[in-house]
T-cell receptor, first 114, second 113 residues
């Protein structure tokens, strides 16, 4: 069966520090991978998506970047965190166009920038 | 320009009664419409979906209705249970967008015993 792992679950980082969040998928090949963020009191905002190794599309300009070094690994990074980067970060995967069931989400990372 | 809107940030319902969650969208180029349920500190989980060629889909206590002329989607939960208390997101799957989902802002449902 397919599973998605996301870590860490909680992170507190000072302003200006770097960030690396990792997401891995098991049990499927060539998934579409996504990073979403839920800011406090807001909906789910798509940050990045990837349809293959090394293929990254950015949805919104921001202080973050993403990389996909392996087929089932998706990394969200920042060189210098801002207070506005605080939020709940979610990784998700889908196969093909996502069809009628959309994505499977990871359990999320709560990032607090202080 | 928000393509998917959930205008009610919260909803409170008595246990056993019907919960109706609403969602409006702004264009017609969507293939599927989906509902997700999210508990605090967890990722959203898929609940139910409906194809753009249908107007109703039912799964147990959950029914999704699609009114294409009004560009309106709704989720009915009946009977509501305390365990249904969560944030519900509607989402749309646009045609030819590589499977990218667009989410609404979410509605927090509270089912009181």
């Amino acid at each position: 069966s397919q599973t998605i792992h996301q870590w860490p679950a909680t992170l507190v980082q000072p302003v200006g520090s770097p960030l690396s969040l990792e997401c891995t998928v098991e049990g499927t090949s060539n998934p579409n991978l996504y990073w979403y963020r839920q800011a406090a009191g807001r909906g789910l905002q798509l940050l990045f998506y990837s349809v293959g190794i090394g293929q990254i599309s950015s949805e919104v300009p921001q202080n973050l970047s993403a990389s996909r070094p392996q087929d089932r690994q998706f990394i969200l990074s920042s060189k210098k965190l801002l207070l506005s980067d605080s939020g709940f970060y979610l990784c998700a995967w889908s196969v093909g166009q996502g069809a009628n069931y959309g994505y499977t989400f990871g359990s999320g990372t709560r990032l607090t920038v202080v | 320009d928000q393509q998917v809107k959930q205008n009610s940030p919260s909803l409170s319902v008595q246990e056993g009664r019907i919960s109706i969650l609403n969602c409006d969208y702004t264009n017609s180029m969507f293939d599927y419409f989906l509902w997700y349920k999210k508990y605090p500190a967890e990722g959203p989980t898929f609940l139910i979906s409906i194809s753009s060629i249908k107007d109703k889909n039912e799964d147990g206590r959950f029914t999704v209705f699609l009114n294409k002329s009004a560009k309106h989607l709704s989720l009915h939960i009946v009977p509501s249970q305390p365990g249904d208390s969560a944030v519900y997101f509607c989402a749309v799957n646009p045609y030819n967008q590589g499977g990218k989902l667009i989410f609404g802002q979410g509605t927090e449902l509270s089912v009181k015993p």
